[in-house]
């Protein structure tokens, strides 16, 4: 248990450039209060304990802003960062390695039973806001971009942005896990440029046409 807390610890340095202390550390990351906490109820979750799993959980939330299912099962080394708003489903299955930033959610789509909640695979990365729903996998090494909300399955080293989220990189070089939030392909504002080119171009058509109507009626009336 204390071999898994001091990685726990060293992961927020690994990730987080602004953790100067393991006292500042243990004290004041929510993240890191999150996942502890989220393992105790997991714990009592599996041992068929789901009320106190529940109540701890809840606690969980209160404190920290960071709502994770006592069934959600999480691999080791993972970050959440900042993590206000973040939601974790029962069903989420969580890989090694793997980041995710706050106002993410591993969510269902219904009210189906079984496994309803995404699988993330080891080293993947949810950015800011991202929306990840229904039993889908994100691949290892994969990137969602900000604000994404991702419905299907994103296959390993790969880069997903958008509303629906679309691969826009994939099977490339082995991806850096820094992700840069400001400077991604952003697939929907390029169909939306295109619509508008599109719209101006029959603009002008129909104008021109009008204007050649109006010019062969002042002719018959000449």
Known sequence: MIKRMKEDIATVFDQDPAARS???VILTY??????WAHRIAHVLFKRNMFFMARVISQMNRFFTGIEIHPGAKI???FFIDHGMGVVIGETCEIGNN???FQGVTLGGTGKEKGKRHPTIEDFALIATGAKVLGNIVIGENS???AGSVVLKNVPPNSTVVGIPGRVVIQNGIKMNRKLD???LPDPVSDRCSEMENEISKLQAELE???GKGEQEDGNQNL
């Open 98 to 100: 793997v980041t995710v």
């Open 143 to 145: 990137k969602v971009g």
């Open 30 to 35: 929510s993240g890191l209060h999150a996942i």
């Open 75 to 77: 691999g080791r080394r």
């Open 208 to 210: 021109s046409l009008i």
């Open 22 to 24: 393991s006292l500042e």
């Open 181 to 183: 939030h400001n400077n």
